[in-house]
């Protein structure tokens, strides 16, 4: 399990995400989420219609792998990217968070962070962006 | 398949009226890849373009897969869309003749292969700002199909 800052979540839980999946077969689709919750440290949760549910249940029940992109008004600024793995409980799909990926321009795009001391995550954080998540008007 | 005016004019970057956009890929094996990308327009009636920054599991999965998903993101203003379709990498070093269904590669990386220069991040806030911006290639999608990805339409073709 990966462990999440602060800000990561609360641009998660703000503007929700851009979710992946894929077939067993390698064929991906999206759906987009905007707002979600955590059902623990690591847990992300996501309310969905119906309609989302149908869209991506067969993918999830057969491959449970998700890619999670914040991506709501600002989040040029959530430069990660999170991995995990996904299940549909009713209407909601929760994702066990067990990668994240610095998705920042040039460098460091790419950067694996999950694996980084916790600490260097804070720092990461704090040296690149002086928000602790989206404007309160998003 | 022919993307209408309406597709066309959301597929630019933000500050010409456009969109960030988002790119997902899959492994082979069917694990996922969505990364936010702000450098997008479109190559004639058929095709997305997404300059190549460096994208480096991108780079590995279209290498093993070419099947791919464009969502636009912010600002959305309605413009729930999904845009699917084979999709590579192309960049320098192609034969000069070289086409990806059906579009001539050195044509577009005449066009798009400085994109920083074309089309400066003049928009994006000068504190997240890369200094420097180095691209490698450009990706490119030719579409198949359009699909809705508003909660009530998830998955429905757009009807435009």
């Known amino acids: 399990m990966a462990l999440l800052t602060t800000r990561m979540k609360n641009w998660l839980e703000g503007t929700g995400a851009h979710i992946g999946t894929a077939?067993?077969?390698?064929?991906?689709?999206?759906?987009?989420?905007?707002?979600?919750?955590?059902?623990?440290?690591n847990t992300v949760v996501f309310d969905l219609s119906a309609r989302q549910i149908d869209h991506i249940?067969?993918?999830?029940?057969?491959?449970?792998?998700?890619?999670?992109?914040?991506?709501?008004?600002?989040?040029?600024?959530?430069?990660?990217?999170?991995k995990g793995t996904g299940r549909i409980e009713g209407s909601?799909?929760?994702?066990?968070?067990?990668?994240?990926?610095?998705?920042?321009?040039?460098?460091?795009?790419?950067?694996?962070?999950d694996t980084l001391p916790f600490e260097s995550v804070l720092r990461f954080e704090?040296?690149?962006?002086?928000?602790?998540?989206?404007?309160?008007?998003v | 398949m022919k993307l209408p005016k309406t597709v066309k004019d959301a597929l630019k970057i933000v500050g010409s009226g456009g969109a960030v956009v988002y790119l997902t890929t899959s492994s082979a094996a069917g694990k996922p890849n969505t990364v936010g990308e702000r450098f997008v327009a479109v190559y004639g009636d058929e095709y997305i373009l997404i300059a190549e920054m460096f994208a480096q599991k991108t780079r590995v999965n279209?290498?093993?897969?070419p099947r791919a998903v464009i969502t636009l993101a912010h600002p959305l203003k309605?413009?729930?869309?999904?845009?699917?379709g084979p999709t590579a990498i192309?960049?320098?070093?192609?034969?000069?003749?070289?086409?990806?269904?059906?579009?001539r590669i050195s044509g577009i990386l005449a066009e798009w292969g400085d994109?920083?220069?074309?089309?400066?991040?003049?928009?994006?806030?000068?504190?997240?700002?890369?200094?420097?911006?180095?691209?490698?290639?450009?990706?490119?999608?030719?579409?198949?199909?359009i699909y809705d990805f508003a909660p009530e339409r998830a998955g429905l073709p757009v009807n435009f």
């Open chain 1, 92 to 113: 909601r799909l929760k994702v066990a968070i067990e990668e994240i990926y610095s998705t920042k321009p040039g460098p460091e795009a790419g950067l694996r962070l």
């Open chain 1, 23 to 41: 077939s067993t077969e390698g064929i991906p689709t999206v759906i987009v989420a905007a707002k979600a919750s955590f059902d623990n440290s």
């Open chain 2, 115 to 145: 994109w920083a220069q074309k089309e400066p991040p003049s928009e994006v806030p000068p504190d997240i700002r890369p200094p420097v911006l180095v691209q490698r290639g450009v990706i490119i999608m030719k579409v198949e199909s």
């Open chain 2, 90 to 103: 192309i960049q320098e070093g192609h034969a000069p003749d070289e086409e990806f269904e059906g579009a």
């Open chain 1, 57 to 82: 249940r067969k993918n999830v029940e057969s491959n449970p792998q998700v890619a999670l992109g914040p991506g709501g008004l600002g989040s040029i600024r959530a430069a990660y990217q999170f």
């Open chain 2, 62 to 65: 279209l290498n093993e897969n």
């Open chain 1, 126 to 137: 704090k040296t690149r962006w002086q928000d602790d998540g989206p404007p309160a008007s």
């Open chain 2, 78 to 84: 309605g413009r729930s869309w999904a845009f699917a």
